[in-house]
């Protein structure tokens, strides 16, 4: 069965199907490995403002060890490139012993523009399910969350929602487990050095 999407409504073809290439399917290398590379972020940034100037704007910080967030902050994490595989990150707690669990938001996002939309509020065809979101409750802490979910993303938030007053809670150690056919090292790099590609606050930056 084939569908077609117009005029914001589904249709399905019935007078056409697929037929595979013989030709195309000899000439296919499916045994191909997927390569498996740890990427630690390499910038991070607490912030309550989520506009695109202010997050263009603002100071990166490198990553250097927990992060602390207070009340109605966000921890935004860089890994430098578009990456596509697994995320995990460590929490624990600051302060007062939990009096109430924690409830953490996290937004996945290729691009830094994406960190500002509510994208549940988007009107479209394409599911809700695919926005790569994920909202979850942590219980006991410390605790190393792992994310069952394969995302495609450069930028990492993390944001607790409705936070206790009595305690903050601390994350370190994040990890993303890439996974690809291709290996980034077997790519030959640009000769041209320009600055600006290094830049954490370019939305185009290109890091090696």
């Not at 399910?129 to 219980?139: A, F, K, M, N, P």
Request: one cysteine or more.
């Amino acid at each position: 069965m084939t569908v077609t999407f117009n005029d914001n409504q589904f249709y399905q073809i019935t007078d056409q199907s697929f037929t595979a290439n013989p030709k195309l399917l000899t000439k296919a290398n499916f045994s191909i490995p997927l390569t498996t590379r740890t990427i630690t972020p390499r910038h991070y940034l607490v912030t309550s403002k989520l506009t695109y100037a202010a997050l263009v704007a603002a100071r990166w910080q490198p990553v250097t060890g927990p992060i602390k967030l207070n009340k109605n902050e966000r921890l935004i994490l860089d890994l430098g490139a578009v990456y596509v595989g697994h995320f995990q990150i460590a929490l624990d707690v600051a302060g007062s012993p939990m009096d109430a669990p924690l409830l953490m938001r996290t937004h996945f996002a290729e691009r830094l523009q994406e960190l500002g939309v509510d994208a549940s509020q988007v009107e479209s065809w394409l599911p809700l399910s695919w926005i790569q979101g994920d909202t979850r409750h942590v219980e006991v802490l410390p605790a190393t969350v792992e994310f069952e979910r394969r995302y495609s993303c450069r930028y990492i938030m993390l944001e607790p929602v409705g936070q206790s007053l009595k305690w903050q809670p601390v994350l370190a150690d994040a990890e993303f487990r890439a996974t690809s056919v291709v290996l980034k090292e077997a790519v030959r790099p640009i000769s041209l050095v320009v600055p600006v590609l290094n830049d954490p606050n370019d939305e185009d930056a290109m890091v090696a």
